[in-house]
């Protein structure tokens, strides 16, 4: 019955899912706006419940970062540990499962840098990006170097730095630890401008808490943080959303015939 259930309950968010779309951040961008960037040896992880910024609960995997260097966000709340707890949506609890796509995936062991959103209420820090949050560290056999690998550095520039390539092939942009340093040095030196549009959220309403006050303690943070909006999508006005209520509707009267001829095969 359980898994019949978590099948109904990926039924209905499906259309949610569909009518919001993203696009990735530039590195340096993702950066400025996380407020802590550590760099640690991934450690175990385990799936519990957890509370959402919209109080709502669903299943989290947690996992345990060894800190080896803070990079961003010194003497923030909870870094004054060895590890912090790095939280991703979705995975497997009390015989329920909750896939999320998009999502880091950690290997025990891994040397790695995560952006990481404000605490939880549970402590834990809220991966910023996802996916494009988490970076595996590598070292370059050739120039002895330590280098960023990841959705999240995936730039393309026209920076030409070989006589041998083509003309107006662009290449990848490498991020290297001491690029990072630099970059998290030059960001936090430089002025801060005023923004009327610093209190906006751009991210979908099913990540905001429209009735929190301004008496919460940490800015509400959501596991897509760093991830944009496409700004050409109006929720009020795109396809999207009107495809997505068509096939809410759809659904719906799936799932109650589903359900019906569940309760007539189990009476038989």
Do not use: C
């Not at 968010?13 to 550590?38: D, G, H, K, N």
């Not at 030196?189 to 990540?207: I, L």
């Amino acid at each position: 019955m359980r898994p019949f259930l978590a099948l109904l309950a990926s039924l209905v968010t499906l259309p949610q899912a569909l009518a919001t779309t993203f696009m990735p951040v530039p590195f340096p961008t993702a950066v400025e706006e996380a407020p802590v960037i550590v760099r640690g040896r991934v450690g175990s992880s385990y799936a519990n419940w957890g509370e959402g910024i919209d109080k709502t609960r669903r299943i989290y995997t947690f996992t345990e970062i060894q800190i080896a260097e803070v990079l961003k966000g010194k003497g923030a709340p909870g870094l004054n540990g060895s590890s912090v707890i790095a939280r991703e949506l979705g995975g497997e609890k009390d015989g329920m499962g909750m896939q999320v796509a998009g999502v880091s995936e950690f290997k025990k062991g891994e040397d790695v840098v995560v952006t990481l959103a404000n605490p939880n209420s549970d402590g834990s820090r809220d991966v910023r990006g996802m996916m494009m949050g988490k970076y595996n560290v590598v070292r370059d056999d050739t120039d002895g170097k330590e280098y960023l690998e990841g959705p999240g550095v995936m730039e393309l520039t026209d920076d030409h730095t070989h006589a041998d390539t083509a003309p107006g092939k662009k290449l990848q942009r490498r991020w290297s630890i001491n690029d990072l340093k630099d970059l998290i040095k030059t960001q936090a030196a430089a002025p801060k401008q005023s923004d009327p549009n610093a209190n906006s959220s751009p991210f979908p309403a099913v990540s905001s808490n429209p009735s929190s006050g301004s008496g919460n303690a940490h800015p509400a943070q959501d596991p897509a943080s760093g991830l944009q909006r496409n700004p050409d999508e109006t929720p009020s006005e795109s396809p999207w959303f009107a495809g997505g209520r068509a096939v809410t509707i759809l659904i719906s009267i799936l799932l109650v015939l589903i359900v019906l001829r569940f309760l007539i095969t189990r009476k038989k």
